[in-house]
C-alpha cells in the first residue's frame, strides 16, 4: 500500500485533537495575509512551503516543534519537490516562527509577521484566540501559565514594533497592542 499523500498527512497534523488554535483556520487565515503580501516577497513559494509547515509538530508538552517541523519540511522537500526552493532557507524561515528574535531577512519578516497576524485581530477573534490557546496548555497549572503567558505577551509589547513590514505594522500594530494590554490586564482572570 503507498504511504498516504503528503497533503492529507498535513491535514491531519493540524487536526489533531490536542489542537484548539494551531489548525487548519490558522492556516487559512495565514495564507489569506500571505495571498496579500505575495508580491513583495522574494521567494513566495518558500514561505508558502513554511507556512504549510511552520506548525505541523505541534505538542505543547515538548519542546522543539519548531525544529522538528523544520526536519519534516526539509525531509518533504528533499523528498517531492525539486526546483529553486532550498531545504535550509525554508527550515530557516520556519525556525524564525519560534518568535525568539526579530527576523532579519525580509521573507523571514513576513512569515513571522502573518504568523503574529492574530495578535491584530479584530477583539472578538483575538480573544477566541486566547482561549484556545488556553485549551492547548490546559495541562499547564493555570498560575504558571499566566506567569508564562504574561512573559510572552511582555516581550512582543516591549518590542519597540510587534510587526517587522510596513505592511501589517500600518494595518496591525495598534489593534495588536491593545489587544496584548486587554489580556495582560486580565491575565489574572484565567484559571
Known sequence: MPPPCVWEQLVARYSEPQRAYHTLRHLKECFGWFEQVRRIARQPGEIAFALFYHDAIYDTHAPGNEEQSADLAEDILTEYVRGDSEPARVRALILATKHDAQPMDQDAKLLVDIDLSILGSPSARFEEYERRIRSEYKWVAAE???????????QFLNRPSIYSCDYFRERLESTARSNLLWSLNRIDEID
Do not use: P
Not at 503567558?149 to 511582555?154: D, E, K, N, Q
Open 144 to 154: 504558571a501559565f499566566r506567569n508564562g503567558r504574561r512573559r510572552v505577551l511582555s
